[in-house]
């Protein structure tokens, strides 16, 4: 059974920082694509960052330069770092596992976590 615990939301000021970290169980953790996403009330899913089994990044341009991922294999773990957070940065942020073996593709979601600024 494949679970992904995100844990680490919370309510910051804005310009504060936290740290998410998306626990994978259950899967070849080294063998998948590891991704953040969010989504606000009333808008879309949208892509915050992602990082392949061999560690290229990409980022989202609204989280360039703020937002940084990161992975432990060891640990089977992915984390965001959200620095100098904005109200709009407001989100269940959510994590997914992505693998694509050619003749199929193995997608996974976590439930998600909170995160709110706000002064």
């Known amino acids: 059974q494949v679970q992904l615990v995100e844990s680490g939301g919370g309510l910051v000021q804005p310009g504060g920082s936290l740290r998410l970290s998306c626990a994978a169980s259950?899967?070849?953790?080294?063998?998948?694509?590891m991704g953040w996403y969010r989504q606000a009330p009333g808008k879309q899913r949208e892509l915050v960052a992602t990082?392949?089994?061999?560690?290229?990044?990409h980022y989202a341009d609204t989280v360039k330069g703020r937002f940084t991922i990161s992975r432990d294999n060891a640990k089977n773990t992915v984390y965001l770092q959200m620095n100098s957070l904005k109200p709009e940065d407001t989100a269940v942020y959510l994590c997914?596992?992505?693998?694509?073996?050619?003749?199929?593709?193995?997608?996974?979601w976590g439930q998600g976590t909170q995160v709110t600024v706000s002064s």
């Open positions: 997914n596992a992505h693998r694509n073996r050619g003749w199929s593709i193995d997608d996974y």
């Open positions: 259950g899967i070849i953790f080294s063998m998948y694509a």
């Open positions: 990082i392949t089994s061999g560690g290229s990044t």
